[in-house]
């Protein structure tokens, strides 16, 4: 008895030689609609599955393989003679082979026009039940889901002569992620419409975009997965122009660079180390803000990761050219740029599209038996109403660079402490188990440039000690959350020392 196969697939390419390599092989073919059509014109000998089932399609083709003929001859163990004689009694051909993939639910969502009703109808419910079946019972049927797969299941029978089981258990295994991470898409795009904000069921998709060399030390194995439908400001879409391959945490790292230069609007350049901001700078250009940064901290930008919210051009590519660094991300780099930048071989240059708002997606965090979900913190200065408790407010040149600081320290690992003076960061204080500790390592990084800075905290100050320390170093203004109990106990400290002092309102804790 010759062996059949039943093919139906919205993505086509590639489809033809396969099918008629099975064909050649003496399988053979049956199929539906426009699949069936395309292997007509190539001249494939095809069977309808309306010859198969003896019911036409029906619903806009909703119904047609839904059919006791097709799961039966799916379903059937071949070894069981009970399910044997029951094929034979209902006069039920079994079928060996099932090339399947999906209706474009993704693609539906993607495009901006597409409504609620284009994204329902583009929900396949025949396919992932063929799928199932033939994974099912993959002892006996080879189930096709990904065209990378059709050169090896040639391959093999020409080899020989069948798909050997080893082959087929492990179709099954990426049939069964392939439906999984089709409802899953579908399960979140619903989920979200009807404007759930904490289902009992939480299930999130990835697609694998590199297996890693290591994880975050050379002893753990890693691999780096993006989102179906990922932002395009991310570093998941970020395109590698030059330089070897990415590291774990290179990703994480590239990951807290893009974040901070996402919140400015003029020039930015942020350099980052072990995902910390180390360095940021503003400035007429991206040179200015480059240099700005690069003097912030000229110790630790060494060997990090450098992120851009303008074109690298040719007079920033030669500053930046002189020192370490593993990572450059940019919108862009000018042709000069690339020709100085590319002659370091092992200098990473990853290009992203800043240009497309970002809302934020939401934040996974995965704990011991469980995970975190929480929104994306992408509050900025103008969302806020501040107030300004002390006796002296800050001039507006102070509070230009408070907008700045507070900007920065939002990316900074809590306990956190930011001073910032011209355009720049001067001193950094970052996860911390007491405020004035990372307020310490902050001043004593600033050195001599705390005299006239300002300070931005994540967080309020529980007790005035900051704000003495502060004073004490030329801190000029402070801005900060406010809402402790002891709040008086600072602004107190502010008037003493003629500081300005502004509330956000707003913390920025981040672990």
Known sequence: MSKRALVSVSDKEGIVPFVQGLHDHGVEIISTGGTKAKLEEAGVPVIGIEEVTGFPEMMDGRVKTLHPAIHGGLLGVR??????????????????????????????????????????????????SMIRSAAKNHQDVTIVVDASDYRTILSELQEYGEVPASRRQRLAAKAFRHTAA?????????????????????????????????????????????RPIAAEATVAKAEQLHGKELSYNNINDADAAIAVIRDFREPAVAAVKHMNPCGVGIGGDIAQAYEKAYEADSTSIFGGII??????????????????????????????????LTQKKNL???????????????????????????????????????????????????????????????????????????????????GQMNRVGAANIAIEQAGEKADGSVMASDAFF???????????????????????????????????YGIAMVFTGVRHFKH
């Open 307 to 340: 992120a851009c919210n303008r074109e690298v051009d040719e007079e920033t590519a030669d500053m930046m050219k002189d020192i370490f660094l593993e990572i450059i991300i940019a919108p862009s780099f000018s042709k000069k740029a690339l020709k100085i």
């Open 182 to 226: 089709y409802d899953a898409l579908i399960a979140e795009y619903m989920t979200k419409y009807v404007g759930e904000d904490a289902p009992e069921k939480l299930t999130k998709t990835y697609n694998l975009k590199q297996t890693l060399r290591y994880g975050e030390n050379p002893h753990q194995n890693a691999s780096f997965y993006e």
């Open 462 to 496: 529980p007790m005035g000690d900051t704000v003495e320390a502060a004073a004490k170093a030329g801190v000029r203004a402070i801005i900060q959350p406010g809402g402790s109990k002891r709040d008086q106990e600072s602004i107190d400290k502010a008037n003493e």
């Open 348 to 430: 990473r240059l990853l290009q992203i599209n800043l240009d497309k708002h970002y809302a934020g997606e939401s934040r996974v965090t995965t704990v011991s038996g469980g995970a975190l979900i929480q929104e994306t913190d992408t509050l900025s200065y103008e969302d806020v109403e501040t107030t300004i408790p002390t006796d002296r407010k800050p001039s507006d040149r102070e509070l230009e660079q408070m907008k700045m600081a507070w900007k920065v320290v939002k990316h900074v690992k809590s306990n956190a402490i930011v001073l910032a003076k011209e355009d720049c960061t001067i001193g950094i204080g970052a």
């Open 79 to 128: 070894s069981n003679g009970e399910h044997m004689q029951a094929l034979k009694q209902e006069d039920i051909g079994l079928i060996d082979y099932v090339i399947v993939n999906l209706y474009p639910f993704q693609q539906t969502i993607e495009n901006p026009d597409s409504t609620f009703a284009d994204a329902v109808e583009n929900i396949d419910i025949g396919g992932p």
